[in-house]
């Protein structure tokens, strides 16, 4: 079964036709990216998907669940993280009790079990400590584990934000621009992370991205926008052959 689609979404801002009549289904398993010239309207895909804008047209389906008019705060309990074009941690937390936050979605109980630490309030939270653990160990962050967020060098923090997104065990992980502010190395890295998570996790990923090497290297398909409009889709070599996507990045 698809794990998300978009059908014939919309949005507009103002005059502008910020997306104007898009469509994909991400499979599971797979890493779908978008890709486009600055201000075609990823970012706002991004949003619509994580419910910040409700589209003025179409639908969103998660699992086949219509999720188009869902609140905002019942996104991550269905499964589906996001990490930001501008990173958002808390930081002066350390990077423990960031990746602790992030398993906010899966905190049951309730706030006067966990104050008067009833039975299965320790256990639970012993099973929260064990996944961040993994977390940690999977995107080697153990060096960085106790330092506060504040102090680390930009490449790691955006390690931290991914390990936060994974914590919450998420189906889908949405990537905003993941290579944004990383040198080559550091975005060499980000890609055999984002190839660990699809084939050792399992996860499927949903990301948008401006580096053309890192798309190729990780993508299975591509989607290519313009002006909020679908451009190309397909494999990572015909969306970049593609005469119209040509034509958009030399600015035609
Ligand atoms: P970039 O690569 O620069 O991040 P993008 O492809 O993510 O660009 P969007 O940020 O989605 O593009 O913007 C698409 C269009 O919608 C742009 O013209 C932008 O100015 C406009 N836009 C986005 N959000 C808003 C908003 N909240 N209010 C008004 N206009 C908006």
Redesign the pocket.
């Known amino acids: 079964m698809t794990l998300f689609a978009a059908e014939n979404i919309a949005i507009n801002?103002?005059g502008?036709k910020?997306?104007d009549g898009v469509s994909f289904a991400v499979e599971p398993g797979e890493v779908f990216t978008i890709i486009?010239?600055?201000?075609?309207?990823?970012?706002?895909?991004f949003?619509l998907i994580s419910r910040i804008?409700t589209p003025s047209e179409g639908r969103l389906l998660f699992e086949g669940e219509d999720i188009t008019r869902l609140p905002p705060d019942r996104i991550a309990g269905l499964g589906i993280a996001r990490t930001f074009?501008n990173i958002e941690l808390f930081e002066h937390a350390t990077v423990l009790q960031n990746l602790l936050l992030g398993r906010h979605a899966h905190r049951g109980g309730n706030a006067i079990a966990d104050l008067l630490f009833l039975p299965g309030v320790r256990k639970r939270e012993l099973a929260h400590r064990e996944k961040v653990e993994q977390v940690i160990d999977f995107l080697d962050l153990q060096h960085y584990r106790d330092a506060m967020i504040a102090n680390l060098p930009y490449g790691a923090r955006k390690v931290v934000e991914l390990a936060r997104a994974l914590c919450s065990e998420p189906k889908l992980l949405l990537l905003d621009?993941p290579s944004s502010g990383l040198n080559t190395e550091e975005t060499e890295d980000m890609a055999f992370w984002i190839q660990d998570i699809k084939n050792d996790l399992g996860i499927t990923v949903l990301m948008?991205e401006?580096d053309m090497t890192l798309v190729s290297e990780v993508s299975d398909r591509v989607l290519a926008?313009n002006y909020?409009r679908m451009l190309a889709m397909g494999s990572p070599q015909e969306v970049q052959s593609h005469p119209e996507v040509v034509k958009a990045y030399l600015g035609g």
């Open positions: 801002f103002g502008i910020a997306v486009g010239p600055n201000g075609a309207g990823k970012t706002t895909v949003n804008y074009q621009e948008v401006h926008l909020g």
